[in-house]
């Protein structure tokens, strides 16, 4: 399978403990992106990486939360002290950051996503 | 915040019969992209038009846009209960370097057999 693969799909955690969530993004893509989405909703961006530098965060990302994606390739959320604010599900994309002639172009392969449910 | 809109947010029909889902937003785009997501799922991509395109075919989708009213609308010709799903319309903001996107709410489609 060469899509996007996120682990684990599910996640139980009391309330106060700290969950990290991986993202295997497509081979080669070098962009990789997070989503944050509750029920009901679209998903709401969190954070941006182009290789291995994060260039955007959102104001949702709290400071409780932290990502990384050394060496460019998988990327990891972390998230310190979880709320029951913060079940949601947790998407990651990846992409290549195609520009065409008529501009970007660029398409987002989603994970499966990490369903998250703080008690 | 969710720039974009989708209309109707549900939308029940029979197999057989044509599905439109219409997509609003509120800023200059570089491109507006059309998901779905099966229920728990994550989103699968279904197609891309960019800013200067104002119609393009997949298969049994058709998708307009229409830059100068914000909108844009997303047609499954054919339905059936497969496509069951929530369908969302994502913009590429113009102005952005970095290309993340901002979803709607979604339309809940229900294809009865």
């Known amino acids: 399978d060469t899509g996007v693969s996120q682990d684990p799909r599910h996640k139980i955690t009391k309330r106060g403990q700290n969950v990290t969530f991986r993202c295997d993004p497509i081979s080669e893509h070098n962009r990789l992106y997070w989503y944050r989405q509750t029920l009901g909703q679209g998903p709401e961006f969190l954070t941006y990486f182009q290789n291995e530098a994060q260039l955007e965060k959102s104001r949702l990302l709290s400071d409780r939360f932290s990502a990384e994606r050394p060496k460019g390739s998988f990327s990891t959320l972390e998230i310190q002290r979880t709320e029951q604010g913060d079940s949601a599900m947790y998407l990651c994309?990846?992409?290549?950051?195609?520009?065409?002639?008529?501009?970007?172009?660029?398409?987002?392969?989603f994970g499966p996503g990490t369903r998250l449910l703080v008690l | 915040s969710q720039q974009g809109e989708e209309d109707p947010q549900a939308l029940s029909i029979q197999e057989g019969e044509n599905a439109t889902m219409n997509c609003s937003y509120k800023t200059s785009i570089n491109n507006l992209q059309w998901y779905r997501q099966n229920s728990g799922r994550g989103l699968v991509h279904l197609i891309l038009?960019?800013?200067?395109?104002r119609e393009k075919h997949s298969g049994r989708l058709r998708v307009t846009l229409d830059t100068s009213k914000k909108s844009s609308s997303l047609l499954i010709t054919a339905s059936r209960a497969a496509d069951t799903a929530s369908y969302f319309c994502a913009t590429d903001v113009s102005g952005s370097t970095l290309g993340r996107l901002y979803f709607g709410r979604g339309t809940q489609l229900t294809v009865w057999p």
């Open positions: 994309a990846s992409s290549s950051g195609y520009l065409g002639t008529g501009g970007r172009q660029e398409t987002q392969y």
């Open positions: 038009i960019r800013s200067n395109e």
